[in-house]
């Protein structure tokens, strides 16, 4: 019965998000004329999932390291850890260090209902760790076997954890070769407790509706998201349950890809103990 | 006629003591032949919340006081705003604490069918009404195939109406010599998993008389496993309150 190793303090899992820095991302997102470039989708996305996952993490007293993180970035610049500032050059961070080093605070606000069922502006600090960085070619290739490394070696140390889950997020234009090879190594890798998860999240251009978790390539709008999908991972059992309770038909089938949509659901999927039904 | 309780707690395996987010409340309101009165509860802390040991601690006190939920939900509002906060926990602590919550009053008279108890919950929490060494009540749930990680829970910051879960009550009549214990829901688990499997887990709990055994039936049951290789006590807080007339 895979994916059921606890995950806590002295048994953490891992992250790795690989991030798509190329020129390519310059080009308008979610539409051919839009204002907003994919680079901006890009550095939105790995913002929203790093905040996420240290909110996940943090308990009265702080933030607990119930997870190792690294992010790489792939571009004009080659493959390389993609954080600045003090975390600059680090290619595995505990998401205490990432929760205390955002490069800035961006105050934002939001809408939120209160108790009587009026909707009500809230100002609230959102964390910055990544700008939109838009440059050079796409080494994805190269970007998913420096993931497989950083795996491998985690792999190495926590040969029993719950297994470390690798996020993508391109156009999924890969300029050094077709990646396909490189992904199914870096998704046959396993833990005792179940395989390597390999998710995209595909930024496109496209107005095409967003997709999320299909289990079927036949209904994607392009090659590049075609190939995305048959790179990630066929979801989990309870993954999938849960992808179900949100109202998604599923299906054995069902894999972790999204088109133009969110993924910030797979952080809310991680089971670190009791979920109340009713938390949001 | 005068009734007597006991209660045992533990923290989670690898935590640490101040990590233990259950709670649980004993209040003697009166205690002679005419007139018994208790309240008993237990709490447990959500461990993907925070700040959810204070709303715990909240929910049990407030039982045992008579406090309604909106009192307990400003006073922890007003305990975690008076704090100097990172962005992380203010916004964690934006969302709420999350508890599972089961109080029960105890009344008794000289008249003997004075002598009832009323349970009030949320979430899985639960208690057992044992006579004669057989549970004859489980509340609310009565197999351990019912628990699961995810029940609805009172929450220390307003919801929107549609998702405050509703208390569930029930009650019944006790007689001398009968017991009720109150668990928070891993151990509550563990109890009736271990009655289904025919091991006497009621023996096991009437058994313990000190701290120390309590820990060292928890280690044990924490590191047996059954026959699929999973622990027969799940790693989380455990709490017990036992309570024999």
């Given at each position: 019965m895979p994916y059921i190793a606890e995950i806590s303090r002295t048994h953490p899992s891992c992250f790795v998000f690989l991030i798509d820095q190329s020129g390519s991302m310059q080009d308008p997102f979610g539409s051919l004329t839009g204002t907003k470039t994919k680079a901006m989708g890009v550095a939105d996305a790995i913002n929203r999932l790093l905040q996420?996952?240290?909110?996940?993490?943090?308990?009265?007293?702080?933030?607990?390291?119930?997870?190792y993180v690294s992010v790489i970035g792939y571009g004009g610049k080659g493959v390389s850890p993609a954080f600045t500032g003090a975390l600059k050059g680090k290619d595995?961070?505990?998401?205490?260090?990432?929760?205390?080093?955002?490069?800035h605070l961006e105050e934002?606000?939001?809408?939120?209902?209160?108790?009587?069922?009026?909707?009500?502006?809230?100002?609230?600090?959102?964390?910055i760790w990544f700008e939109p960085v838009s440059y050079g070619g796409t080494p994805m290739n190269s970007a998913i076997q420096k993931a497989t490394s950083n795996v491998v070696n985690w792999l190495a140390e926590h040969p029993n954890c719950f297994p470390p889950i690798v996020i993508n997020i391109s156009d999924g234009e890969s300029t050094d070769g077709d990646p396909f090879q490189s992904a199914y190594d870096l998704m046959t890798l396993s833990s005792s407790d179940g395989e390597v998860l390999l998710f995209n999240l595909h930024i496109?251009?496209?107005?095409?509706?967003?997709?999320?978790?299909?289990?079927?390539?036949?209904?994607l709008p392009d090659q590049q998201a075609k190939l995305l999908f048959s790179m990630s991972s066929t979801l989990p059992e309870y993954m999938r349950n849960m992808v179900e309770k949100e109202g998604l038909n599923v299906s054995y089938n069902t894999r972790g890809f999204v088109?133009?949509?969110?993924l910030v659901s797979v952080i809310r999927f991680l089971d670190i103990g009791t979920r109340p039904s009713n938390m949001r | 006629m005068s009734l007597q309780y006991e209660a045992f707690s533990l923290q989670k395996k690898d935590n640490s003591e101040e990590e233990y987010e259950d709670a649980y409340s004993i209040k003697k309101l009166s205690d002679s032949d005419s007139n018994l009165e208790y309240r008993f509860s237990v709490a447990d802390g959500a461990t993907e919340s925070s700040f959810a040991r204070i709303w715990a601690e909240l929910l049990t006190e407030g039982y045992s006081e008579g406090s309604n939920i909106e009192e307990l939900q400003k006073k922890w509002s007003e305990q975690i705003d008076s704090m100097e906060l990172p962005w992380y926990s203010k916004e964690k602590a934006e969302q709420g604490a999350f508890a599972a919550f089961l109080g029960v009053s105890i009344t008794g008279g000289e008249e003997s069918d004075s002598n009832r108890w009323e349970a009030m919950c949320v979430g899985d929490c639960c208690m057992f009404h044992i006579r004669a060494n057989e549970i004859i009540d489980s509340f609310p749930l009565k197999t351990s195939a019912e628990f699961d990680n995810s029940p609805a829970l009172l929450c220390s910051k307003a919801m929107p109406k549609q998702s405050v879960?509703?208390?569930?009550?029930?009650?019944?009549?006790?007689?001398?010599?009968d017991s009720i214990l109150l668990m928070t829901d891993a151990i509550a688990s563990w109890f009736l998993n271990r009655i289904e499997n025919?091991?006497?887990?009621?023996?096991?709990?009437?058994?313990?008389t000190s701290q120390e055994q309590f820990q060292e039936l928890v280690s044990t049951e924490r590191d047996a496993k059954d026959e699929n290789d999973v622990p027969l006590l799940k790693n989380d807080d455990v709490t017990i309150v036992k309570i024999r007339f």
């Open positions: 996420n996952l240290v909110i996940k993490c943090t308990k009265s007293e702080g933030i607990r390291n119930y997870y595995m961070v505990p998401i205490s260090e990432i929760g205390n080093n955002p490069a934002r606000k939001r809408t939120v209902e209160d108790a009587t069922g009026n909707m009500v502006e809230q100002t609230f600090k959102f964390p496109s251009s496209s107005n095409h509706r967003p997709i999320e978790y299909p289990d079927n390539p036949e209904h088109f133009n949509a969110d | 879960p509703e208390f569930v009550t029930h009650k019944g009549n006790w007689l001398k010599g025919k091991i006497d887990s009621i023996e096991m709990v009437f058994n313990l």
